[in-house]
């Protein structure tokens, strides 16, 4: 079964502190791995996007790495703000068939001044 | 607003009514999917049309569960014989068939039901 595991399940930092968020996969074959973000009672929104071929991609303070051999990412938030609260959702995309993605539980976090 | 709308946001009702969700997706996707959302955990795939085609319905969590799209334009998800356990967000979304695999899909706010 394609899961997606993330860690930790929840997190808790000051305000202006770095944080990193993981995400481990099984998906496969793999096509892309998105990270989305989801504020309380609200959809989930793209925050960044990597397929195969690339290691590390930035969005402003969000910076993401793949490591497609081990099957892990990451998603560093650096300079954290307050309404960087909210959970982070692991995506990982199948290549071929449906193109189902795969959404992993997410990671709740809590930015306080 | 040119997103993807759900109504209605908030449902509460009792256990055994039937409930019914609307979705509208981005004019332009011709694939909607429904997921369902419960406190702690990721949006759990339900099922997708494309254009009106409903090409994924065995992740349905029961037959009191169905979906349509008759139009190929608006869905409607509806829960028969509601029970407790059915309380969660209901969230739709939409993607352009020519961009799956992508996996970028556009949600909307959302339907919260609660089942007394």
């Known amino acids: 079964k394609n899961q997606v595991e993330q860690s930790p399940q929840s997190l808790i930092i000051l305000e202006g502190k770095n944080c990193t968020l993981q995400c481990n996969y099984t998906v496969s074959p793999f096509s892309n791995l998105r990270w989305y973000k989801q504020d309380t009672g609200r959809g989930p929104v793209s925050l960044t996007i990597m397929t195969f071929s690339e290691n590390t991609k930035s969005n402003g303070r969000y910076t993401a790495t793949l490591d497609a051999d081990t099957k892990q990412s990451s998603l560093h938030i650096t300079a954290s703000q307050l309404s960087d609260s909210a959970s982070y959702i692991c995506v990982v995309t199948p290549s071929g068939g449906s193109y189902i993605p795969t959404f992993g539980r997410g990671t709740s976090l809590i930015v306080h001044p | 607003d040119t997103g993807v709308s759900q109504n209605p946001r908030h449902k509460i009702t009792k256990r055994g009514q039937n409930v019914t969700f609307r979705c509208d997706p981005i004019?332009?996707?011709?694939?909607l999917y429904w997921y369902r959302q419960t406190l702690g955990q990721g949006p759990e795939f339900l099922t997708y049309?494309?254009?009106?085609?409903?090409?994924?319905k065995s992740r349905l969590l029961s037959d009191r569960f169905s979906a349509e799209r008759p139009k190929g334009s608006f869905s409607t998800l509806e829960i028969q014989r509601t029970e407790q356990g059915d309380s969660a967000m209901y969230l739709c979304?939409?993607?352009?068939?020519?961009?799956?695999?992508?996996?970028?899909?556009?949600f909307g706010e959302g339907s919260r039901l609660t089942v007394l």
């Open positions: 004019s332009e996707h011709n694939r």
């Open positions: 049309f494309q254009n009106e085609a409903q090409l994924e």
């Open positions: 979304a939409s993607s352009a068939a020519d961009r799956v695999n992508t996996g970028e899909l556009f």
